[in-house]
């Protein structure tokens, strides 16, 4: 066991490293033991690290004895070993890892960390895409053996891919933003009132008296809006108390916020918003290629695709299109899931992109604290996004004014005492604002053409899982 | 109230982009009224935006009639206004103000949201330093105060510097990070098992059960590197279910926090981590001077010192200072927070720097998981980070086998069927790793020298603060 007793000079090489350049060089690797496979006075393994990995022979004679091909042959599959060998050129390309030019020749095995002889799941039945298994009756992984051994599933090179993307989404969205001068901030998650009326929210004893978890960081964004930052933005988790179980609502999920001032009109926000979703999928088609092929591997998938400027549609356009299409629906009725899908295909099929706006939603179906559209008061200044036909952000212009805020809560029956704080924030001067809410683990999912919301959270939450 | 009914075409000036270059010139501007004062046909305003102000005077004459002076003059102190007006270069510099070379001469006011008459806290006492409050008799303004009216105490010059540098902190954390190959990751804040025994920890109505809040992402960072992601970071709040009512405690809190395999020695990442912070402490020397200036206006204080490569002590050193400092402690004592602050002036004045690593505490002290030091079974293979004094960062090398795991866990009196899926995390190949947590208000807190944690955190909460 390492316990940091010595600091040798030894250097590691990684395996993505191993390439013909270093033929006949004597090389130190740690790696997993990915499969080994005896055959004779052989062992050969297969050495994974990361989403890379290497064919590695232990054959008897100078440098290894029968004890050693055996006792390669009998380490246990994910145990992580260090290996001394020669770095050798090969005659034929090896089909089944991804340094295909060589093979490592041992000289020196080392046992680091052993792994228990029976894993949960095998690594190749995970990577294994769905159909090819039921095609040829080979075993494939259900979500919630995965769940259940994360630490495991996490290490298939479709996960390592999945959530090397996602930290690339955090990083661009930062990036962008920072660049357009917003400042990032730091929301409590435990607050005394519930946000948004009451409904979905979870309880949290708080010493003597009960607290609650943000349902979002939306009234912090819209103080330090008050408070003259006039850009700002939070990464952070947001706890919904639903009783969904879908693919694509969680309990906890990680919201990536925006909420910014402007001069005019709620446009040079929309735009803002629009733009920086933008600049994510340009930034994760040019800098993750690799990750995006290795998921599409598993599943399979058309290439995420955009307009810029990002196509803004109003409801009414929408709900033309869907009339068109044969569906009924009210001029103030809200857009049901299916219908978004449905408008996700029609939008794609007119317009060939798979990310648009959705703008002026009808005033009834959005929160108190909506800006109504001062041409038409059934109309509000509010608007949805989305990717390949599923809402990935909601926002509006605020009601700024304490007034009209005050008004527009009793309209919807909301108890004036609770919201006090909230009005109160207008009160000493405020400039107009709008923003909105992305959720990550929903951007994640449907850039890469996943099914389920659970493959692009490292640890999700819904009403019934808590563990890992 | 600007509703978003039309897109002018009005381009609005920065206060901070008038200046002498505009002499002259007719701009527009939107700005904060900081304060107004009529004398006979005149009326001077003070216009603030951010932490940027410039004069602007109405008098009547060709573009302003008696009735506007009066109007300008009565506006509410705070209100968010747009005036159109000739930028004039001044024959004396005006000191009160950051724009000193011109002022603004108003042919046209809008009132674009109106700030109530009485203002819970003066601005200008706000950022009044203390001492010159007390000498001069003149107010300050106290800590609940500000905090209850967080949205007006955060427009100070000072709120706006303190929260533009944590927003840097956060950003070159990152920055280094992602340089250096690490992953962002996002772990769950709702758990289903206390993580650390138990105590101290919130407690939240999860439908049908209970759950709780995550005292620290470790295990979830300790399951990503098992999971083969070798180096990870992430942000996130932090809950304390502790009722400590101190200049430095908060019941939530941001975490900055690492987690990292390393080849032989866990050094390898106490010199990744002290890195990251000194990289964080020059990019913030660098980039943020100007903030670091307006709060030390308020709050006088030494530059931050660090040394290069980060001066590390080991804890028996630190003994040996304390001790011939007169201090009588066991070899096995943990340090008390006064000792902790007087071995930061003893490391002060030895070494001429704020930040070092204390390295190699007593085993005794750490939790169950620190793995032992090899060479000395009372010490461990652990280390805090300090910074004028206060502790900011604890860390570690875990125990990443499951066999000593299990036997520290029963030394220490914990009943395993809790811990079983922590443990059972290492079972199949475990990295050796190490890593750490930084508390993100203190960091901020001390860099600048702040007194209180209150001051860093936006909307702080405590055992008796959940608003706003």
């Known amino acids: 066991m390492i316990q940091s007793q010595e600091k040798p000079d030894r ?13 006949d060089e004597v090389v130190w690797v740690r790696a997993r ?13 297969v050495l994974r690290q990361q989403q890379f990995n290497v064919q590695a022979l232990v ?40 340094q295909q030019d060589v093979e490592l020749h041992v000289q020196k095995i080392y046992v680091i960390s052993l792994a228990e002889p029976r894993l949960p799941l095998q690594l190749d039945d995970a990577v294994r895409p769905e159909v090819e298994g039921e095609e040829e009756g080979r075993a494939t992984v259900n979500q919630d053996t ?7 599933d996490l290490r298939t090179s479709t996960s390592q891919a999945v959530f090397r993307l996602q930290s690339g989404i955090c990083h ?16 409590p998650k435990i607050i005394s009132a519930a946000s948004e009326g009451g409904a979905n929210v979870f309880t949290v004893s708080y010493f003597k008296n009960n607290a609650y978890l943000a349902q979002s960081p939306q009234l912090y964004k819209q103080m330090c809006i008050c408070a003259d930052f006039e850009k700002v933005f939070c990464i952070g988790p947001v706890f919904r108390a639903e009783d969904s179980n879908t693919h694509r609502h969680l309990t906890e999920f990680v919201g990536l916020d925006i909420e910014m001032a402007f001069n005019y009109h709620y446009h040079e926000v929309v735009e803002e918003i629009a733009d920086t979703l933008v600049q994510i999928f ?34 009414c356009e929408a709900l033309a299109m869907l009339r068109e299409a044969g569906i009924e629906m009210g001029d103030e009725e809200d857009l049901s899931t299916p219908n ?81 704080a909230y009005i109160d ?22 850039f890469l053409g996943l099914h389920n919301i659970r493959q692009t959270s490292l640890f999700p939450r819904d009403p019934k899982r808590l563990t890992p």
Do not use: W
Request: contains cysteine.
């Open 146 to 152: 995965r769940l259940d051994n994360r630490v495991i």
């Open 59 to 98: 054959a008897v004679g100078d440098h290894a004895s029968k004890q050693m091909v055996k006792f390669a042959a009998n380490i246990n599959k994910e145990s992580i070993i260090d290996v001394e060998g020669v770095v050798r050129k090969v005659n034929q390309k090896i089909g089944s890892c991804t």
């Open 425 to 446: 924030s207008f009160r000493f001067g405020a400039p107009p604002h709008a923003g909105g809410g992305i959720g990550l683990e929903r951007v994640t999912m449907l």
């Open 282 to 315: 340009k930034g994760l088609q040019e800098r993750f290629q690799t990750e995006i092929q290795t998921v599409n591997k598993q599943f399979p998938c058309e290439p995420f695709k955009f307009l810029e400027p990002t196509l803004r549609l109003e409801y």
């Open 340 to 420: 978004e899908k449905l408008l996700g295909r029609l939008v794609k099929e007119k317009y060939d992109t798979d990310f648009y706006i959705l703008d002026k939603y009808p005033l009834a179906v959005r929160p108190f604290y909506t800006m109504p559209d001062p041409r038409n008061p059934k109309q509000s200044n509010s608007y949805d996004m989305f990717m390949r036909g599923e809402e990935i952000l909601s926002g509006a212009q605020r009601v700024h004014d304490p007034q009209l805020l005050t008004e527009r809560a009793l309209h919807h029956g909301i108890d004036l005492e609770k919201i006090k």
């Open 172 to 187: 661009l969205f930062r990036e962008t933003l920072i660049n357009k001068g917003f400042v990032e901030i730091q929301t």
């Open 33 to 45: 033991v990915h499969t080994s496979r005896a055959k004779g006075k052989q062992c050969f393994l």
């Open 11 to 23: 250097v590691l090489v990684r395996v993505s490293d191993l390439t013909v350049q270093k033929a």
